[in-house]
């Protein structure tokens, strides 16, 4: 049985969980792009998904070209009954180069009666994408891809990434985002590997391995991987952020613990707020997953499936952060202090809002105006207020350090 048919027998572990970190994003995506059609008249949103598989297990569990349909059929139904004369139409692109699951794709087509309209290209990912770019009727409209390369590095490369999110001509005003599903752990296992080197610098962006493991202060060799990565796309002018999954196969327990890096990046402040909340969605469902995945037969202890950082995050780490970042006593743009916890805190959104406003009452920081003036109820707001309101950190200890508890809020 080849490794590619047995991939298909069931979702493991990690494709699950990728799956539900998709699934969620895509619900708020598809739900935002729509309500912001009706203002700005664009009528058409694109989803590409790179490495499209053949549509669904062979046990009958949806891949990820019928998890975006679910999602968007469901909006753009709803859509076009309540603003009739409003036309909206999201648009999925499925890429496959194994002829198989692409026959499979057709076939799903076919099958499905839906308004949304659905495009399956046969052949190389790279060559394809490029294809796709090239089309009139993208250039001026928000698109999402999903990439998630069944070979890992050899399918894709660093430059590629560039071109999927600035394409054409560097422009930053229509929303187009990334999702890389990020093989860390094969990433680490052969990247000191003669033969699969090049691959792998290639798909990092890196010109040495010494260049990956010097750039970063980390002697972990995954973490100078991720944070090399995430700095080269941070250098393009990106919002990255990363979460890392780690899995074990239940059928045996022997195996290695699997992990791998979920890796979003866009230029759209907005993205990268819905994303963080995924994110911390997906670790309040860790129990729910857990009791999925292993039936109840593996010890939780055994089957760590994210990142444990969430528990907690207290009012004195989130002085130390500010302090280690911008300093004490200096204005800073709130703009720049909620674009980088989004980024490297693994907490809602809602949490650090709620801090500040603590922090704030506590004469812990100062909140002002451009224009010197105080602010009142400077926290919530919308993006947009950001960039007109500035802190400083007067003091560098909290006068309590319990931590406050996830409360989602999206705005």
Same mark, same amino acid.
């Given at each position: 049985m080849s490794n590619e048919h047995e991939h298909w027998l069931e979702k493991s572990n990690h494709t699950r969980l990728k799956h539900h970190i998709l699934q969620f994003y895509l619900e708020n995506w598809s739900r935002i792009l729509a309500d912001a059609s009706f203002h700005n008249n664009q009528e058409d949103i694109y989803y590409i998904d790179g490495f499209a598989g053949r549509g669904e297990f062979l046990d009958g569990d949806l891949g990820s070209p019928l998890i975006a349909l679910e999602e968007m059929e469901k909006v753009q139904r709803s859509f076009n009954e309540q603003y009739p004369h409003k036309p909206l139409r999201f648009h999925i692109i499925n890429i496959e180069n194994n002829e198989g699951n *692409?026959?499979?794709?057709?076939?799903?087509? #076919?099958?499905?009666?839906?308004?949304?309209? +659905?495009?399956?290209?046969?052949?190389?990912?790279?060559?394809?994408?490029?294809?796709?770019?090239?089309?009139?009727?993208?250039?001026?409209?928000?698109?999402?891809? *999903?990439?998630?390369?069944?070979?890992?590095? #050899?399918?894709?490369?660093?430059?590629?990434? +560039?071109?999927?999110l600035f394409f054409p001509n560097g422009s930053r005003r229509i929303r187009k985002e990334v999702l890389i599903n990020f093989m860390t752990y094969n990433i680490v296992r052969f990247i000191r590997y003669d033969k699969e080197q090049p691959f792998i610098l290639k798909f990092l962006g890196a010109a040495s391995y010494n260049e990956v493991v010097e750039s970063g202060n980390s002697v972990k060799l995954e973490e100078a991987i991720i944070s090399f990565y995430k700095s080269k796309l941070r250098d393009q002018g990106l919002f990255v952020l990363s979460q890392r999954i780690q899995c074990k196969d239940p059928k045996d327990p022997h195996s290695d613990l699997i992990y791998f890096h979920m890796i979003h990046c866009s230029h759209s402040e907005r993205a990268l707020l819905e994303m963080r909340e995924s994110f911390v969605k997906a670790q309040e469902q860790k129990n729910t997953f857990e009791k999925e995945l292993n039936g109840g037969q593996i010890d939780l202890f055994d089957l760590e499936l994210i990142d444990p950082t969430y528990l907690e995050y207290s009012k004195q780490q989130l002085i130390d952060f500010i302090k280690n970042n911008f300093g004490l006593g200096k204005s800073i743009l709130l703009h720049k202090i909620f674009v980088m916890t989004l980024q490297e805190v693994q907490v809602s959104h809602g949490v650090i809002c709620e801090m500040l406003q603590e922090l704030w009452k506590e004469n812990i920081i100062k909140v002002i105006n451009q224009d010197g003036t105080n602010r009142r109820k400077p926290f919530n707001r919308t993006i947009k207020d950001w960039k007109s309101i500035e802190i400083v950190l007067l003091k560098d200890k909290a006068t309590q350090s319990e931590p406050i508890g996830e409360q989602l809020t999206l705005f």
């Open positions: *692409f026959f499979k794709l057709e076939e799903l087509r #076919r099958k499905n009666r839906t308004s949304v309209s +659905i495009q399956n290209l046969h052949g190389n990912f790279l060559v394809e994408s490029k294809k796709v770019l090239l089309r009139d009727s993208l250039k001026k409209c928000a698109c999402f891809w *999903f990439v998630d390369p069944f070979y890992g590095a #050899r399918d894709f490369s660093f430059e590629h990434v +560039i071109d999927l």
